[in-house]
Nanobody, 121 residues
Framework: QVQLVESGGGLVQPGGSLKLSCTASGSIFRVDAMGWYRQVPGKQRELVATITSGGNTNYADSVEGRFTISRDNTKNTVYLQMNSLIPEDTAVYYC???????????????WGQGTQVTVSS
């Protein structure tokens, strides 16, 4: 059984910062790409940022320069440092990961349960 567990969401004022964490746990052989997505009611889930196992990153234009994704491969954990937050960043943030449970099994894609981020004064 594999789980992705997020933490770090909450309420923050515009201009503030939050740091999200997501840890993959369970029977894991290897974690490949990890990332963060977000969704607001009535809209499709959208990519925020991704990071490969080697540390290559990709960001949505809307967060480039404000958000930083990083990971600790020894802990199977991905982070999202969010600075200069604006009300438009309000959403449920979901962790995502491609991982394998065995060298003989192909990678599967997993999602966390989501954590609410609200930017409001």
């Amino acid at each position: 059984q594999v789980q992705l567990v997020e933490s770090g969401g909450g309420l923050v004022q515009p201009g503030g910062s939050l740091k999200l964490s997501c840890t993959a746990s369970g029977s894991i052989f290897r974690v490949d790409a990890m990332g963060w997505y977000r969704q607001v009611p009535g809209k499709q889930r959208e990519l925020v940022a991704t990071i490969t196992s080697g540390g290559n990153t990709n960001y949505a234009d809307s967060v480039e320069g404000r958000f930083t994704i990083s990971r600790d491969n020894t802990k199977n954990t991905v982070y999202l440092q969010m600075n200069s937050l604006i009300p438009e960043d309000t959403a449920v943030y979901y962790c995502n990961a491609d991982l394998t449970q065995s060298p003989w099994i192909r990678p599967y894609n997993y999602w966390g349960q989501g954590t609410q981020v609200t930017v409001s004064s």
